[in-house]
């Protein structure tokens, strides 16, 4: 039984009733973005027939890990997809694509973005919690007008052959990398899949972008109460 004299603890204050500005966190692709933006990149990076054959060496090893894990699967495919890529390449490919992505009907919710501006109108702190590579993500928000936008984002690194993967920032990853930028609770979270079922639990107000009715009881099976649903186009 609660002590009613007993002192809250500090960890226990919301962020809004500490004085600061709510924090509303929002996922990329499927929230804001209509398509997974990384996987529209890569299939640019693989539309012409030499990249195609550079992955062939690549198959007998994609056939036998893949049953296993389909992370390392694609792990393989988008290091093939960036072979010969140093950093400085890297980036004028990536931002050169956000680009065009952005010029291309139908690539982005109308519904997300206004919700996202309504939030900076109501001086809310937004932060965009991805799964997509930093430099691609943060050029589609500079492109959309939103260069103002906090990013928390996948990383990638130089190797010896080209960029690799250094951190796939989805699910319980994404709570880890907000906790490294010093974001420790929020108030309101948008997420799309079971995979933001981390980032949504932690949420006073979990938000579940168009999903499907079994989607929407995994999810609240997972987090044990209901949760906001949104239907964007």
């Not at 036998?64 to 988008?78: K, N």
């Not at 990398?177 to 079971?194: I, K, M």
């Not at 009715?213 to 949760?227: D, H, T, Y």
Request: proline share 6%.
């Amino acid at each position: 039984m609660d002590d009613p004299g007993a002192t809250v603890p500090d960890d226990a204050v919301p962020a809004a009733a500490a004085g600061g500005p709510r924090i509303v966190l929002f996922d990329f692709d499927g929230v804001i973005t209509v398509a997974d933006s990384f996987d529209l990149f890569m299939r640019e990076r693989y539309s012409g027939m030499g990249r195609k054959l550079l992955l062939l060496p690549a198959l007998p090893w994609l056939a036998l890990v893949r049953p296993f894990s389909w992370r390392a699967a694609v792990r393989t495919v988008v290091h093939v997809g960036l072979l010969g890529l140093d950093e400085r390449r890297y980036r004028e490919q990536a931002l050169g694509f956000a680009g065009r992505l952005v010029r291309r009907p139908k690539q982005f919710q109308r519904d997300a973005l206004q919700a996202l501006r309504r939030h900076q109108v109501e001086g809310d702190r937004v932060i965009v919690v991805t799964g997509c590579e930093r430099i691609l993500a943060r050029g589609l928000l500079d492109e959309l007008g939103l260069p103002e936008v906090e990013l928390v984002a996948s990383e990638l690194a130089p190797g010896w052959l080209g960029m690799r993967v250094r951190r796939h920032n989805i699910g319980q990853r994404k709570l880890q990398s907000l906790a490294e930028a010093g974001v420790a609770r929020w108030d309101r979270a948008y997420g799309d899949s079971a995979l933001d079922i981390p980032m949504l639990r932690e949420a006073a107000e979990p938000v579940l972008v168009n999903g499907s009715p079994k989607l929407c009881k995994q999810v609240e099976r997972a987090l044990g109460r209901s949760v906001e649903r949104v239907a964007w186009y």
